[in-house]
């Protein structure tokens, strides 16, 4: 690695810009994550999801158009922390079901890691769908079920369950 | 379905429905055959069948748990958030929120977050990968598809003819050839463009437009269109987790290493003036700064976990 001196071209913009996200950080750090501390119980969780959210405002090259910080570091936090609970739910209930399964062998956290990774992809992909959608395509891809039965189960035709279930592949598979 | 899938994505989803089926009827299998037997086909069901892999299903020990996990409501979060957020929300309305909530780009075709790499498709399979922190939209220019790469850096072999906008205000645009791979990517105030195998007419904010050819990279900013020494190897870097800077200014160098690290990284004083020329891996980013602060005469500090100055 080498290095050279050289004035770079003088850049206003990106002066004026690093001027509004330190003067908002100092304005707003605390109040967010007091505000985040009240909502999520713990300093170091809300910390981290203040952090966070200022990352977020830190990536809008359009900071001119902010009008209301406050308010849209609101609306990125809302956001995060709803990843951060659901994330959360995810993990809990997946480990406590897999603790229910006494024939289950002991994952290593490294592949427990992975499924939690795994399990929020396929969750945030499903929220697209609606309940039933969701339902069918739980009961086609992880209890085996066939069309007639998750049709019988669900009060609707085979027909839409097919339907529900190439809706389900198309969220869960990222096109190439 | 998602308007970007390929038609064989689209065929293999529809094929996988239908076999999930009761016992499929011979003739059933034998169309399925037919259908695998064109290589893109083949690909499309080998992607599907990877992914269902990873997703796990029927038959796997923790299939019963992931359903179970999969099955946890949502709504009591979302009411709690209401009720702990209170009116904030509503708070964010008109124009300044709105152009606030498309520079975030949750709106963009193809985003990615910090430190995470993405690949893409257009209709006309059209490959197009990604740095981390990158957003892209979508749109067309006459019968040309248009890629507008507000944030970040792109790699894109075009298929036909493509047009390309690069900035936030697509302050540099270009015009793509069938069989161009062209790079482009934003750091700081300038735009890089690198083209191999075809052309690229470069449009930039000032002067004529220029035709790039293959092998060609340069730089752009708001003194015009300049040569970069940069080969399309090292342009295109990113795809290997590296960056490799040519007499770049530090703000700028620390703007392309932002993609990777959560947080704000800023230069202050007189490192700010400093031009740096180099290899970096972007995939362990405390080390590169660490060794960075150790090559020149700069001093790191953090503040909180939200903002790192080098001064």
């Known amino acids: ?176 | 379905m998602t308007a970007a899938r390929p038609a064989a994505e689209r065929e293999a989803i529809d094929w996988e429905v239908r076999l999930r089926g009761a016992t499929p009827e011979p003739g059933e299998l034998r169309a399925f055959a037919a259908w695998h037997a064109v290589p893109e086909h083949a690909a499309a069901w080998a992607a599907l069948q990877q992914r269902l892999g990873r997703m796990g299903g029927h038959g796997v020990a923790h299939a019963g748990a992931i359903a179970q996990a999969l099955r946890s409501p949502v709504q009591e979060r979302r009411r709690a958030l209401r009720a702990g957020f209170g009116l904030g929300a509503l708070a964010i309305t008109g124009w300044g929120g709105l152009r606030a909530v498309h520079a975030l780009g949750l709106d963009a075709d193809w985003r990615s977050s910090v430190g995470q790499r993405g690949e893409g498709r257009l209709a006309d399979g059209t490959p197009l990968r990604f740095d981390a922190a990158t957003r892209i939209d979508l749109g067309a220019d006459g019968a040309m598809p248009r890629l507008h790469l507000r944030q970040g850096q792109l790699l894109v072999g075009a298929r036909g003819p493509l047009a390309l906008a690069i900035g936030a205000t697509a302050v540099v645009t270009a015009v793509v050839t069938g069989g161009a791979h062209v790079a482009a990517g934003r750091v700081g105030g300038r735009t890089l463009v690198a083209v191999r195998d075809g052309t690229a007419t470069l449009h930039p904010p000032q002067g004529k437009p220029q035709r790039l050819d293959a092998g060609q990279t340069v730089q752009v900013d708001a003194g015009g269109v300049q040569p970069s020494s940069l080969s399309f190897a090292a342009a295109t870097a990113w795809t290997h987790g590296m960056l490799v800077a040519d007499r770049l200014p530090l703000p700028d160098l620390l703007d392309a290493f932002g993609r990777y690290h959560p947080g704000l990284l800023r230069a202050g004083g007189a490192a700010a003036t400093r031009s740096i020329s180099g290899v970096f891996q972007l995939v362990d980013l405390d080390a590169t700064l660490h060794q960075l602060a150790q090559a020149l005469p700069i001093e790191i500090e953090r503040y909180g976990r939200f903002l790192t100055l080098l001064t």
């Open chain 1, 1 to 176: 690695m080498d290095s050279a001196l050289i004035t770079p071209r003088p850049r206003p913009v990106p002066a004026l810009r690093q001027q509004f996200l330190s003067t908002e950080f100092r304005r707003s750090y605390g109040w967010l994550a007091a505000s985040m501390h009240r909502l999520v119980g713990c300093r170091n969780d809300a910390e981290d999801l203040a952090s966070s959210a200022f990352t977020e405002l830190a990536a809008i090259e359009e900071f001119e158009g902010i009008r209301q910080p406050r308010a849209l570091l609101t609306t990125i936090a809302r956001r995060l922390t709803f990843e951060f609970w659901r994330r959360r739910d995810l993990e809990r209930d997946y480990l406590d079901a897999l603790a229910r399964q006494p024939e289950c062998h002991d994952a290593s956290p490294e592949e427990l890691c992975l499924a939690v990774e795994e399990l929020v992809r396929i969750d945030a992909a499903l929220r697209r769908l609606s309940a039933r959608a969701r339902e069918a395509f739980l009961l086609s891809q992880y209890e085996g079920l066939g069309y007639a039965e998750i049709a019988e189960r669900l009060g609707v035709s085979s027909s839409m369950v097919r339907k529900y279930v190439a809706q389900a592949l198309d969220a869960c598979w990222p096109a190439a």
